[in-house]
């Protein structure tokens, strides 16, 4: 059952850390674990990148529009390319990853969308994406202080839990979006750890993660650690 990628039945766990950094994403195929040891199952993800792709010059703030990041986007990492914050490292790391154990990163500029479709051996009755990042209330700081504009959505409805300091969205028909707007902090060690939960009583075999920028704001990056599952 492991060799042809079919569920044995129950939850599963789904870990991006058994790939090495710098790995492609796109038509990669890997293990998933089950919770109660029941046989292995497969998961093969297809990453569909929009725009062009670039890199941030660390020494100046060149605009991004329109493209993603050629070193990072849809693979394995622990880091990120991003302009200007903070100013005195870059890539930069994702707190909660490391080399050694790595995520899947996405790193996009702005008017641009990076979409990942998860294909599973089997319908599943639900499924939850662990993010690293995405976190505030999407609006404008009097400060004046750098903001972010990036945005998450799934294609079955959804809610989302963890780390939603001031979020103005924590569910959504499928398709609706989460906004973050996350102003600049003196602390990067924390790990803003959210979840995205589907929540329907309809059987899918694929979910598809729509991560966008939509709005004017430098390049932006986020990291998936894990994904769980649960077949019928």
């Given at each position: ?77 622990y880091q990120g390319e991003q302009n200007g914050y903070p100013t005195s490292t870059a890539p930069y790391p994702i707190s909660g990853l ?88 003196s602390s990067q060690t924390k790990t803003v750890r959210n979840v995205m939960s589907t929540n329907t009583t309809s059987r899918f075999s694929s979910l598809t993660f729509t991560y966008a920028a939509p709005v ?17």
């Amino acid at each position: 059952m492991a060799g042809s990628g079919r569920c044995g039945g129950g939850c599963y766990n789904y870990s991006f850390s058994q790939f090495a950094a710098g790995t492609d994403a796109n038509g990669l195929t890997g293990t998933a674990i089950s919770q109660v040891n029941a046989p292995s199952a497969t998961v093969t993800t297809r990453v569909v990148r929009g725009g062009k792709a670039g890199a941030v010059n660390p020494r100046s703030v060149g605009p991004s529009t329109g493209m993603y990041s050629s070193r990072f986007n849809g693979k394995m990492d622990y880091q990120g390319e991003q302009n200007g914050y903070p100013t005195s490292t870059a890539p930069y790391p994702i707190s909660g990853l490391t080399q050694a154990s790595p995520g899947l990163v996405l790193n996009i500029g702005y008017n641009t969308t990076t979409r990942v479709t998860f294909e599973f051996p089997v319908p599943l009755t639900s499924a939850s994406i662990t993010i690293l990042d995405i976190t505030r209330l999407n609006s404008t700081l009097s400060s004046g202080a750098y903001q972010y504009t990036d945005t998450v959505t799934i294609d079955q409805p959804w809610v989302m839990t963890g780390d939603l300091t001031s979020a103005n969205a924590t569910r959504g028909a499928a398709g609706a979006t989460f906004f973050r707007s996350a102003e600049y902090v003196s602390s990067q060690t924390k790990t803003v750890r959210n979840v995205m939960s589907t929540n329907t009583t309809s059987r899918f075999s694929s979910l598809t993660f729509t991560y966008a920028a939509p709005v004017a704001g430098g390049w932006e990056f986020l990291a998936i650690p894990s994904i769980s599952f649960c077949v019928a």
